[in-house]
């Protein structure tokens, strides 16, 4: 109902007459206390007078006075010419000579001078002319740039991006300093949120029809509500059904800078720090920025390392429990008594006794992220306790299980992209269940199904599983190297 | 969009079945790690698992470290794999076989029949065709009893004992089911086994010395003393000290030498109707320990390499001779000599043990000392003295 008023209103355009606007603006913020409306004017008789609007809880107080100088400077020219001010004059102060020493913008509708006034800007109206002129008075605190916590890196920059856009892309730019480096505006009429959204590729590095399809996608982005970057992936993905994130995220400036020098797409918006990169292919996800700045052989162990952890956290409880109630005799001997000592007197199947620790597992995990860091400390020493030397003692669960719980989730914490971490997850357990009611044959149906799934799986058009989905070996190294930034852009040309 | 569903939830019925493979918890298995084949009082076959007893992870440790980790349990019966089956009658859990790590049969029994007690394990999916085999002088079920000496178990303590007698001392072969059912299928029909006996004087099982075996039955033995130079001679020795008495005339002393790599290779020949062979060892060794011998200086060194030939030779021709006596070919002669001359091989195919008995066996050895220590004499040690 409000909606809809409000659409009628903003659709008109600006009047000559600023008492008439301010009318229209006071009705459109109904109930907004904190839009401030003053009339201020300048000159001996008070003749050369506007009306600003701003919003108090946004905009600098500072900038509101800076229009009194603007005002003053119109009215010496109007002394000094003894012309009166007339709409012609004032539009061709505006347009070609400016008379505040900052960036303005003129505005012709009541929907653009709103949207202006809810970003921040200062806007005024002029007697006599029918647009108003805004310039930013944004003052609100945002962070500074610090290493981001999520992203931790032993050896490179430590510079994250913030809260505030210009400042990332500024960050970016400083990166990238060359023209192919494209930053493009997304146009956001109809949202309520309001924020701005930018996408970023380097001009002849990424690739035509990847740039084609994200920009066909892209475009929805205008019809919905945005709080986060993240959220975005949602209108880009390609299938909303797999557990495998096909977008990845960083919060690091470097990071986001070689992901445009391989070739990816990135997508920022105001307010969040989060930036998108697109396509990702599943190779990527094992990869980390220190990839690029450690030498070599380092690199190469550290991702088998990854690759290791990866098959780890997907499957070793199901693994264990194909090994030990279905296939006995693949366990060497000595090891074999060793576990059949741990299980003696468990009073569950080895299924349930996974089950039952892999969800101690994750209740941890989740009370960890969401209670205060004070608390959280105490989480994780009950649960140590819990799913350590209590559970063993009490008989709920084997020293065996134990190692093999927490070895999969350290293997899930060390995959450097948490969303594909969180796809491990949701797979190990329809593999446990696989796992028990067939064994080793489920295992085996579960594998195949996944690698026809990945097999089948794009972003934006390309092989989810490339190099191996599509069978490149020369490509292979991408599994193990970083990628060699002189060939990127080849598969453009 | 209802065909999917209905094959979700099908799939998950599935998944609800039971199938025909062995799903089992470990605490539902009883886990046999040796077994014993002896002659029954009663019964053609009396057999004994060893099965682990897992030790439970609660209560106090002291009752914990009183028991024992294993239990035997005995049974009479007509067949092997009769009584095997019946052992979940008394254990309670069913029996798993797949990590056997010894068989052990009696001596008594092995003297009577072979290859029909091993069939059994031929043919069983779950124990392993690398589980070794080894005759037991006296009851095989009493090598199972008692206290393990440092293995948790008695059947890892006696495996242990076979594969570090065989693979560092040098005393025994570790004759597995696939290298026996190798062996006795070969064209030579015969196989080695390693033997384990008692000590009467130190209550101790020692592993030493090789059984000969045709299909049939076991037929001798060899010694330990000679065991090493039967493993030269087929090429099975890997690492060991062999033995160099002084002579008459210092008290039954002896040297040893160490073998750090030995090989040899058997020539069979076919001269018109008769065969013969020839075996040439090569032995690379060490001084080990020097008693009446000493060496200043490399003609020393030449000397010595010499004794040790003529010595090595001689313990070699009296295993050629035992092996001949009792008819075994164990070296593999026939065998070789069949993929050889293959159509000739059917005329001595039929009287292939006789034919080895009589024939004559070239030995050849060679042996290099790699390390007399020549050139660090330190006092106790006749080398380089004066």
Known sequence: MNNETTQTTTNLPISANPEENINRLKDIFKQCADIAYERIAAGPDMCCSAWIVYCESLADQQSASDILSVLQKMEMRRRGNGDPLTTQVIREWFDFQGIIDRSYFIHDTMESAVRMVLQGHVVFFMEQWDHAVSFDGLKLETRGVEEPSAERASIGPREGTVENLSLNIGMLRMRLQTPDFKIVKIPNTGRRTGKEVVYGYLDGVVPPAVLQEFERRIVKVKDHELVDTTMIEKLIQDSTWSPFPQCRYTERTDAATLALLEGKIIVMSQGSGVVLICPSVLVEFLQSIEDYYHRRAFTFLIRLLRIAAFLISLFLPSIYVALTTFHSELIPTVLLLAITNTREGIPFPAVVEVIIMEYFFELLREAGIRLPQAVGSAVSIVGALIIGQAAIDSGIASPMMIVVVSLTGIASFSIPQYNFAIAMRLLKVLFILLSASLGGFGIMIGILLLLMHLCALRSLGQPYFDPIGPFRPRQFSLIVESADLRKSGQDAV | ?386
């Open chain 2, 1 to 386: 969009m209802k065909a999917k569903a209905c094959l979700i939830a099908w799939v998950c019925a599935a998944l609800m079945l039971t199938g025909c493979w062995s799903k089992m918890e470990l605490t539902e298995r009883a886990f046999v790690l040796a077994l014993a084949v002896d002659k029954g009082k009663k019964e053609p076959l009396e057999v004994t698992a060893q099965i682990y007893r897992p030790a439970s992870q609660f209560g106090a440790p002291s009752v914990r470290a009183e028991t024992t980790s294993f239990v035997n349990v005995t049974l009479e019966g007509a067949s092997v794999s009769s009584i095997i089956r019946k052992n979940k009658t008394i254990t309670g859990r069913h029996s798993q076989f797949s990590h056997i790590q010894i068989i052990l049969i009696s001596e008594e029994l092995v003297k009577e029949r072979l290859s029909d007690i091993l069939d059994f394990f031929f043919r069983d999916p779950e124990v392993r065709l690398g589980t070794s085999v080894m005759i037991a002088r006296g009851n095989a079920r009493d090598y199972l009893t008692g206290e393990a000496m440092i293995e948790n178990t008695l059947g890892s303590q006696v495996f242990k004992q076979l594969n570090f007698s065989a693979s560092l001392a040098g005393r025994a072969v570790n004759t597995t089911i696939l290298d026996l059912a190798f062996q006795l299928k070969s064209e030579s029909q015969s196989a080695m086994l390693p033997l384990i006996k008692r000590e009467r004087k130190f209550q101790q099982s020692v592993v030493e010395g090789i059984a000969l075996a045709v299909p049939e039955k076991m037929v001798g033995k060899i010694p330990a003393n000679k065991t090493p130079y039967l493993l030269l001679l087929a090429n099975k020795y890997n690492y060991g000290l062999l033995d160099i008495p002084c002579g008459p005339e210092a008290r039954g002393l002896g040297e040893t030498v160490e073998v750090l790599k030995a090989y040899s290779k058997v020539t069979p020949m076919l001269k018109g109707d008769s065969a013969s062979a020839r075996i040439d060892v090569y032995i690379e060794g060490s001084a080990g320990e020097l008693v009446c011998t000493s060496i200043r200086n490399p003609e020393d060194e030449a000397r010595y390499a010499k004794k040790m030939t003529q010595h090595f030779k001689d313990e070699m021709e009296s295993v050629l001779d035992l092996l001949q006596k009792h008819k075994t070919d164990v070296l593999g002669i026939g065998h070789k000599l069949y993929l050889r001359h293959p159509s000739r091989w059917q005329k001595f195919k039929k009287d292939w043990p006789e034919t080895f008995a009589r024939m004559p066996i070239e030995v050849n050895v060679k042996v290099h000392i790699v390390n007399s220590k020549m050139m660090s004499p330190s006092p106790f040690s006749k080398i380089g003295e004066e």
